[in-house]
């Protein structure tokens, strides 16, 4: 079985489950499991997130001991979840269908406010810069990281990936009134790469940095040169993509919320 999960990450200790019991993952597995009445559900996910990152659409699978409608599964397991969290869809998936391994896309957004005043209403749900952006920069800045690249530099040293090769395939920068938006897709990302890479780009993006720094910073492979870590406030887990033929949602309702 699949799921197709959103949750605002603000309260907690971000996707895997911890001893401490606050994770996304040991919400939704403890609602599955009152919801199925019978055993315990283990779930596995597309892509883990750290604490304080959304998911618009994280997609998890699972065994289940019963069978029943989709509905019934979004029904019946939203109603054992915190409000914060909830299940958007459920589809039945071929036996060798894996949450993580099967996907070829992995897609994320960063929201990010430019305003001289820190975010109040949309507190957590943004990251913020005070000093004024430069988009021309931070697109000449961006290209220099396309493609597939050893993102050593951008790599938490926790990472446990076993490779820091990454195919990083779309960069776009776009501004809507205040707040602006920056998505990547990849066929997948190290711990802390997108941070990372908001870190530069804001460095770029302000002036403090000229564009072809970032081509320095990719060559360095050394994460003592790149920017600090950036916020988690305002990443979104925009979800993966699959193989056209599992018919699998790519997009839920938020998608159209998001700045």
Request: glycine share 6%.
């Amino acid at each position: 079985m699949a799921l197709g999960v959103s949750y605002n990450g603000s309260a907690y200790d971000g996707w895997q489950s911890q001893p401490s019991g606050r994770t996304v993952q040991d919400h939704l597995d403890r609602a599955l499991s009152r919801f199925v009445a019978q055993t315990s559900i283990r779930t596995l996910c597309a892509g883990r997130t750290d604490a304080g990152v959304h998911g618009l659409m994280q997609v998890v699978h699972f065994d289940s001991p019963v069978v029943r409608p989709d509905s019934a599964w979004v029904r019946g397991t939203n109603s054992f979840l915190p409000a914060d969290i909830a299940v958007q869809w459920a589809r039945q998936v071929p036996p060798g269908f894996h949450a993580r391994a099967s996907a070829r896309v992995r897609r994320y957004a960063y929201v990010l406010l430019e305003s001289p005043v820190r975010p109040s209403v949309d507190a957590a749900r943004v990251g913020w810069v005070f000093r004024p952006l430069h988009l021309d920069a931070m697109q000449a800045a961006a290209a220099y990281l396309m493609g597939e690249h050893d993102f050593t530099s951008f790599r938490a040293s926790q990472c446990q990936a076993h490779t820091p090769v990454k195919d990083l395939r779309r960069i776009d920068i776009t501004r809507r009134g205040a707040y602006w938006r920056f998505e990547f897709e990849a066929n997948a990302f190290l711990h802390h790469m997108i941070r990372n890479i908001m870190g530069c780009l804001i460095a770029v993006g302000t002036g403090s940095k000229p564009p072809s720094w970032m081509a320095d910073v990719l060559q360095a492979r050394s994460r003592d040169v790149a920017a600090p870590t950036f916020s988690p406030d305002g990443l979104y887990f925009l979800g993966p993509l699959y193989d056209p033929s599992l018919d699998l949602p790519t997009r839920t309702p938020a998608f159209d919320w998001l700045p």
